[in-house]
């Protein structure tokens, strides 16, 4: 297996613009989860699925945040406005029921 | 809620010394922990795990016990090497309480020769 892919690896945009991060998890893997670090907050939960249904979203920062899971090999994560304090490494991770989790090479998102 | 707390860094060492990382961690279930690695540029890397009191994770030469009553599973190793300089996290898991992982803020270790 090819592990957790992620796109882009980097995304340069400007503040009020919709960003959209991709993430294909691990095939039979039945949790993903979405990540983001910065140096001032360290690894931040953001959102996890089980199944495709979102079981815990209180990471999500604000209402300009928004994640979906419409199938089991596909989730996005999207800022709509972005500003730039959005600006950090976004990870997905997926996992198998109580295994550990295995991490993309994560998103660079950079808001101008 | 679960918590894990791990050392401040930055830790700097030489090559060939010994490495300890704390970390604590709250919960209120039986979670099971592990330390994982992150190299400069890249996503996080499972370096070990413990499932349960007592366990011993071991993996490249280092090592970390789940320590109940002390509520720690430090991280070591007995000699380092320069391709060990990274940042380490320290993190735990409770599915049966329902969590995702909870990750420290991480320790950045650097290793010279």
């Known amino acids: 297996d090819a592990g957790v892919i992620q796109s882009p690896r980097h995304e340069v945009t400007e503040m009020g613009q919709e960003v959209t991060l991709r993430c294909k998890p691990i095939s039979g893997h039945d949790y993903l989860f979405w990540y983001r670090q910065t140096m001032m907050r360290g690894l931040e939960l953001l959102i996890y699925f089980n199944n495709n249904v979102p079981i815990d979203d209180s990471g999500m920062p604000e209402d300009r945040f928004s994640a979906k899971m419409p199938n089991a090999s596909f989730s996005t994560l999207k800022i709509q406005p972005s500003e730039p304090r959005d600006s950090a490494v976004y990870f997905c991770?997926?996992?198998?029921?109580?295994?550990?989790?295995?991490f993309g090479q994560g998103t660079r998102l950079t808001v101008v | 809620g679960n918590s894990v707390t791990q050392m401040e860094g930055p830790v700097t060492l030489s090559e060939e010394a010994f490495l300890t990382i704390n970390c604590t961690y709250t919960a209120t279930g039986y979670p099971s922990l592990f330390w994982y690695v992150q190299y400069p540029g890249e996503g996080l890397q499972l370096l070990l795990k413990?499932?349960?009191?007592?366990d011993k994770g071991s993996n490249k030469g280092f090592e970390a016990t789940y320590r109940k009553e002390t509520t720690s599973f430090h991280l070591e190793k007995g000699s380092v090497q320069v391709s060990d300089s990274a940042v380490y996290f320290c993190a735990l898991s409770d599915r049966k309480a329902g969590t995702a992982l909870i990750f420290g803020k991480g320790t950045t270790l650097s290793v010279s020769s």
């Open positions: 413990a499932t349960k009191a007592d």
């Open positions: 991770a997926s996992s198998l029921r109580d295994t550990e989790a295995f």
